[in-house]
């Protein structure tokens, strides 16, 4: 071999070797900031889930009864097959009200520290009482929906199936304890992303891990790693620039749940998983291209103005994380009776 071949051979090499060595340093820097979406539903304390308490739960999500009109179910904000959101800026409710935020997903919810954008429900349970008697949403009372599932005897059936020890199975806590096992079980596992962190190197390509590097090199990742890359903790929005009015829309966030002033503008960190496919973004929903959210995101809370290269290094890797969807089979309701209570629209 000649000398300038050898050299070559020698430099290639080299570059080969701290290619590789950062490329492992990248995944292992990864896999201890970041979980795999695991591929079963987590055991829920004080609620145990059964096949028939899940399905009972699925029963009841796509019920629009549960709402006075007769026409807002869960899947209406929250539509599982479209990522679990309703491709709305703000969400339409009872009458055709909008909403003051943006849908949250409901898929993977199950792994946040708490539900809403301001985290006023600690869990995925009490959060399914809300919507119910928003005036905004689905306009209900719990003695409305208690009446309209009695009315019907096949969900009495049900529901003392999945209560079998309780005297009073059909009651307002176990109709958001059977959605909520329900919603536990929308995960979507086995992204490319997922791949990745499980130990296939070749799951991402060369500008999605240069995009996971910026992701976590940036600052990105303190708020958004864990499980659900996201969903663990409150943070201003705008730690260092706070965005226009025209994204705040004047909403203080977790200050209406705790009326501190520290937590003025102060919003629980979304999930960033199957971002892609939950447009569009922040609580007000006013922007709808994840390219602009994540340039926003690098000056309002990082105090950076990222490049057109990095920020698109960034979606790349970011679209990685669209897991596999949950499917769904649409379930039949019980039929109603004379004794249902008949759709208030007003």
């Known amino acids: 071999m000649k000398r300038t071949n050898l050299i070559a051979f020698i430099f290639f090499?080299?570059?080969?070797?701290?290619?590789?060595a950062y490329a492992d340093a990248l995944r292992e820097r990864a896999s201890k900031t970041f979980k795999p979406v695991p591929e079963s539903a987590p055991a829920i304390k004080g609620n145990t889930a059964t096949v028939v308490k899940v399905e009972l739960g699925k029963m009841l999500y796509f019920d629009p009864r549960?709402?006075?009109?007769?026409?807002?179910?869960?899947?209406?904000?929250?539509?599982?097959?479209?990522?679990?959101?309703?491709?709305q800026e703000t969400s339409i409710g009872h009458g055709w009200q909008k909403g003051p935020?943006?849908?949250?997903?409901?898929?993977?919810?199950?792994?946040?520290?708490?539900?809403?954008?301001?985290?006023?429900?600690?869990?995925?349970?009490?959060?399914?009482?809300g919507p119910v008697q928003a005036s905004v949403e689905m306009n209900s009372t719990p003695e409305r929906v208690i009446k309209t599932l009695?009315?019907?005897?096949?969900y009495i059936r049900i529901f003392k199936k999945a209560f079998p020890a309780e005297k009073e199975p059909v009651s307002f806590d176990n109709m958001a304890k059977a959605i909520e096992v329900f919603e536990a079980t929308l995960l979507t596992p086995d992204s490319r992303f997922d791949k990745y962190l499980k130990g296939d190197k070749n799951a991402l390509n060369k500008t999605e891990k240069e995009g996971l590097g910026l992701f976590m090199g940036k600052g990105c990742s303190i708020c958004h790693?864990?499980?659900?890359?996201g969903g663990q903790g409150y943070y201003p929005f705008g730690v260092v620039e706070r965005p226009g009015a025209e994204i705040l829309q004047g909403d203080k966030g977790r200050f209406k749940v705790t009326q501190l002033k520290s937590d003025e503008y102060v919003f629980k960190?979304?999930?960033?998983?199957?971002?892609?496919?939950?447009p569009p973004y922040f609580h007000s929903g006013k922007i709808w291209d994840l390219k602009e959210a994540v340039t926003i995101m690098g000056s309002a809370q990082l105090g950076i103005q990222l490049t057109d290269s990095e920020a698109d290094k960034i979606v790349s890797f970011l679209k990685t994380t669209t897991g596999v969807q949950p499917k769904v089979e649409y379930p039949v309701l019980p039929a109603p009776t004379a004794d249902t209570p008949r759709p208030k629209l007003d």
Request: glycine letters at 8%; proline letters at 4%; aromatic letters at 6%.
């Open 13 to 20: 090499l080299m570059l080969f070797t701290v290619s590789q």
């Open 150 to 154: 009695k009315s019907m005897p096949e």
């Open 66 to 87: 549960l709402s006075s009109s007769a026409l807002i179910s869960c899947n209406t904000c929250h539509n599982i097959g479209m990522g679990g959101m309703d491709y």
């Open 269 to 278: 960190a979304p999930s960033l998983r199957n971002i892609e496919i939950t």
């Open 225 to 229: 790693g864990g499980v659900n890359m």
């Open 101 to 129: 935020r943006n849908a949250p997903t409901v898929l993977n919810s199950v792994f946040n520290i708490a539900q809403f954008w301001d985290g006023r429900a600690k869990d995925l349970m009490e959060q399914a009482k």
